[in-house]
C-alpha cells in the first residue's frame, strides 16, 4: 500500500491480495476508527479520504498559540478500483461517477434513475457496481409481508440489481465482498427466496451502511452459530456517523472474553432470543405507568416515556436498550418476535449481538430492582459493622459538606478519610468506602493525596458509611446523626 496527500486528500493505494481488510486512522476527534475495504482481483484499489484540519487554542499570554490537528472524515472517502492499463482518463471517469452515487447514497432518499443504471451497465468496475446496486436496492423498503410492498416493482429493481452483481469481476475463487453478499441476501429477501448463507459467515462488516441494515436484517432470519468476529461485534455497538460508510469505533476497551460473550451466538431452537425479549420487555412494562423521564438522546425523533426507575445506576448500554424497549413495547402488542424486530431495525444492531445485550441489560435491571425494594432502601447495613467510631488508628471518616445537586431530591456529599496524628501516609494507601447498597457500584476504592482520601457521593437519604483502609483501619459514620444536614433527608 502506498499513500500521499494531495490537496486536502490522503490517496491510498492498495496492491495486496483479493479479500476484505480493516482499514485503521484516526478523526479529527483523535478516535480510532476502523472500516472494511475490499480489494478486488488483478485491480488497483484506490482510496480517496478526506482531510480535516482544525485550530485549537493552547497556552495563555505570550505562550498562546493555535495547534493544528488533522484527521479523516469517513464521510467524504472515494473509492474505485482500475485495471493496471487504466488512462487517466479513466479514472478521471471513475472518480466522478462513484462521486455521483456516494452521494445519492448518502441521501435517505437516493435513487438510481435508468440513465445512471444504463452507465452503470457498462463499467466494470466492481466498486462502482456496488454502489449502483446497493442504491437501487435501498429504493425498496420493508419486507414482502408488509401491506404497501410493490411486488411487481421491488422485482424489476431486484432483476436490475442482480444483472449487476452477476459480473465476474465482483468475485475471485468464489469469494465475494461483504457488501455483494449483503445484497444478494437482500435480494432473497424481496424474492421471497431461500440462500443457506448464515449471517455468522460474514467474516467482516460491509463497506456501506446500507449493506449493513441488510446484514442485521438476515440476522434475523437465519443468524447462524458459533462466535461472531470482534471486528462484527465492535460494527454492532460503536458504529460512528459517516454515511454512506459503515465505521466503527476501536473497540480497544474491550477484552477479548467480551467480545467473545456478546459474540456467541445462542442456540436459535432453544426459544432464548425471544424469552429474553419479552422478559426485559415485562419488566420495563411494568415498574410503573407514572413517567417521569424522558430521554432524547438515543431517540432523538421521538418523545421516549420512561417508568419511574433511577436508569442512571445502569450501564449506557442498558439505559439505551430501556429507551427503545419503552418505545417499543406497546406496538409490538406482546409479540416477542415484532419486540425483536423492531428493536433489531430501529438500533442496527444484529440479533444475536442485540440478545447478549438484552441478557446482560435483564441482570443489571433485576439487580438494580432488588437493591432498590422498600426492605433493602429502609436498612442501614453497615451500622456496627465497622466499629462504631468515626476515628482509630490515627485516622479520621468525616463528612467535609454537602450541597444541592442538580436533581433536588438528591444532595452531593463531601466525605474524606484524613490523617489526623501527623504520621505520613504509606504510599498506594487506599480507602474503600462502603455505600448503601442501593448505590451501584456500592464500594469506591480512593487512593490517599498527601494525608486525605477524598470522595464525593450523590445520596437520597442519610445512611451509615463504612470504610477499610489499606492497613485494616475500620471507620464508620452515621450521616443520620449529623446535623448539619437537612431534617427530610435524613429522616428519609
Not at 478526506?50 to 495563555?60: F, T, W
Not at 424474492?191 to 440476522?219: G, H, I, Q, V, Y
Not at 460473550?261 to 426485559?280: F, N, S, V, W, Y
Not at 439505551?320 to 409490538?332: G, K, T
Request: aromatic share 8%; charged share 25%; proline share 7%.
Amino acid at each position: 500500500m502506498t499513500h500521499f496527500l494531495s490537496g486536502d486528500f490522503l490517496l491510498l493505494q492498495f496492491r495486496l491480495p483479493a479479500g476484505s481488510y480493516v482499514l485503521c486512522y484516526n478523526s479529527i476527534d483523535r478516535i480510532a476508527v476502523q472500516q472494511t475495504m475490499h480489494v478486488y482481483p488483478a485491480r488497483w484499489t484506490v482510496a480517496f479520504m478526506g482531510i480535516v484540519r482544525a485550530g485549537k487554542p493552547e497556552g495563555l499570554g505570550e505562550k498562546a498559540h493555535i495547534r493544528v490537528r488533522e484527521g479523516v472524515e469517513p464521510s467524504h472517502t472515494r473509492v474505485i478500483s482500475l485495471t493496471p492499463d487504466a488512462s487517466l482518463e479513466d479514472m478521471e471517469r471513475s472518480i466522478r461517477l462513484a462521486g455521483t452515487l456516494l452521494h445519492k447514497l448518502g441521501l435517505p432518499d437516493g435513487e438510481c434513475p435508468d440513465e445512471l443504471w444504463h452507465v452503470v451497465r457498462k463499467h466494470s468496475d466492481p466498486y462502482i457496481r456496488t454502489y449502483a446496486v446497493t442504491l437501487l436496492l435501498g429504493e425498496i423498503l420493508g419486507f414482502p409481508t408488509h401491506p404497501e410492498f410493490d411486488d411487481g416493482r421491488a422485482t424489476a429493481i431486484a432483476d436490475r440489481a442482480a444483472e449487476l452483481l452477476e459480473h465476474p469481476g465482483l468475485y475471485h475463487s468464489g469469494v465475494c465482498s461483504p457488501d455483494t453478499e449483503c445484497a444478494w441476501w437482500r435480494i432473497a429477501t424481496i424474492n421471497n427466496s431461500e440462500r443457506s448463507e448464515a449471517f455468522s459467515d460474514l467474516r467482516l462488516p460491509p463497506m456501506l451502511a446500507r449493506a449493513w441494515d441488510w446484514a442485521t436484517e438476515r440476522s434475523l432470519i437465519h443468524s447462524g452459530s458459533g462466535v461472531l468476529p470482534p471486528e462484527i461485534v465492535a460494527a454492532s455497538l460503536s458504529r460512528l456517523p459517516s454515511k454512506p460508510w459503515l465505521s466503527w469505533r476501536s473497540y480497544a476497551s474491550k477484552t477479548s472474553d467480551d467480545m467473545k460473550r456478546l459474540g456467541t451466538i445462542k442456540d436459535e431452537q432453544a426459544g432464548g432470543p425471544h424469552a429474553i425479549t419479552m422478559a426485559l420487555s415485562e419488566i420495563i412494562g411494568s415498574l410503573g405507568s407514572d413517567v417521569t423521564q424522558s430521554d432524547y438522546a438515543y431517540r432523538p425523533d421521538t418523545v421516549v416515556s420512561l417508568p419511574r426507575f433511577d436508569f442512571g445506576r445502569v450501564s449506557s448500554a442498558t439505559r439505551r436498550l430501556a429507551v427503545n424497549v419503552a418505545a417499543l413495547h406497546a406496538a409490538s402488542g406482546g409479540d416477542a418476535a415484532a419486540l425483536l424486530e423492531g428493536l433489531v431495525s430501529t438500533m442496527g444492531t444484529p440479533a444475536p449481538v442485540l440478545v447478549n445485550e438484552m441478557e446482560r441489560a435483564l441482570e443489571e435491571v433485576r439487580e438494580n430492582l432488588s437493591r432498590n425494594s422498600p426492605d433493602v432502601v429502609a436498612s442501614d447495613p453497615w451500622k456496627g459493622r465497622f466499629g462504631s467510631r468515626a476515628a482509630s488508628n490515627g485516622f479520621r471518616l468525616v463528612l467535609l459538606g454537602w450541597e444541592p445537586s442538580n436533581d433536588p431530591d438528591f444532595l452531593s456529599l463531601h466525605v474524606a478519610v484524613t490523617r489526623e496524628d501527623g504520621k505520613d501516609v504509606e504510599p498506594r494507601t487506599v480507602a474503600r468506602f462502603f455505600l448503601h447498597p442501593t448505590f451501584n457500584p456500592y464500594t469506591q476504592d480512593v487512593p490517599f493525596r498527601g494525608q486525605e482520601a477524598t470522595f464525593t457521593c450523590y445520596a437520597y437519604g442519610a445512611f451509615t458509611l463504612g470504610v477499610l483502609v489499606s492497613d485494616g483501619t475500620r471507620l464508620e459514620l452515621d450521616l443520620e446523626e449529623d446535623t448539619r444536614l437537612p431534617v427530610h433527608f435524613r429522616d428519609r
